[in-house]
């Protein structure tokens, strides 16, 4: 199995302040069509997961600029341009490239300071 | 408006079973594959179980193989989740998920399942 590690898993952040989250795979994510399957969910306190980003870099609808997803191979990252007070929660990465199974991160809690 | 709606929890013995559903509505739930994903309280989110279009292919975890089925009604816009021999791991609140470029563009809200005597 893909193993996802991210890093912070606590990230304490002052509003408006920019944030970085670490997200590395056990192997490339990369398939043997050139794609690669890393997406980041943020889930709210209380509420179901929500997908932000797709393949790497790709916002989904109604996702602000203010994030935006990096990387390549086994390295990738999630990034907040300016931290807002709806943004605390529990951020994962994830990788469908390599299933089953899917694999998830184990969370990285952003709260502000 | 896409909206997935599960239900179906609840509590019951170690031992036991039960069948969640998830109700799919503003879009053709036939066009995409769907997953089930769990979170146990207070833990991360764990991928169980994806079928495909019409139903003929099924994944699980290992965790749940052999114990879990999943499956779908396309003419009835659901999908379900047969759960049987549950166990106290399987505590969780469980989320059906649309597959867009993999897991989940669309979640519902969960129903939570509790596995005690």
């Known amino acids: 199995d893909v193993v996802m590690t991210q890093s912070p898993l606590s990230l304490p952040v002052t509003l408006g302040q920019p944030a970085s989250i670490s997200c590395r795979s056990s192997q490339s994510l990369v398939n043997s069509n050139g794609n690669t399957y890393l997406n980041w969910f943020q889930q709210r306190p209380g509420q179901s997961p929500r997908r932000l980003i797709y393949k790497v870099s790709n916002r989904d609808s109604g996702v602000p600029d203010r994030f935006s997803g990096s990387g390549s191979g086994s390295n990738f990252t999630l990034k907040i341009s300016s931290v807002e007070a709806g943004d605390v929660g529990v951020y994962y990465c994830?990788?469908?490239?390599?299933?089953?199974?899917?694999?998830f991160g184990q969370g990285t809690n952003l709260e502000i300071k | 408006e896409v909206q997935l709606v599960e239900s179906g929890g609840g509590l019951v013995q170690p031992g036991g079973s039960l069948r969640l559903s998830c109700a799919a509505s503003g879009f053709t739930l036939s066009d995409y594959w769907m997953h089930w994903v769990r979170q146990a309280p207070g833990k991360g989110l764990v991928w169980v179980a994806q079928?495909?279009?019409?139903?003929?292919?099924?994944t699980y975890a290992d965790s749940v193989k052999g114990r879990f089925t999943i499956s779908r009604d396309n003419a009835k816009n659901t999908l379900y989740l047969q759960m049987n021999s549950l166990r106290a791991e399987d505590t969780a609140v469980y989320y059906c998920a649309r597959d867009v470029y993999s897991v989940g563009d669309y979640w519902g809200q969960g129903t939570l399942v509790t596995v005690s005597s």
């Open positions: 994830m990788q469908g490239t390599h299933w089953p199974p899917y694999t």
């Open positions: 079928i495909n279009h019409d139903g003929s292919a099924t």
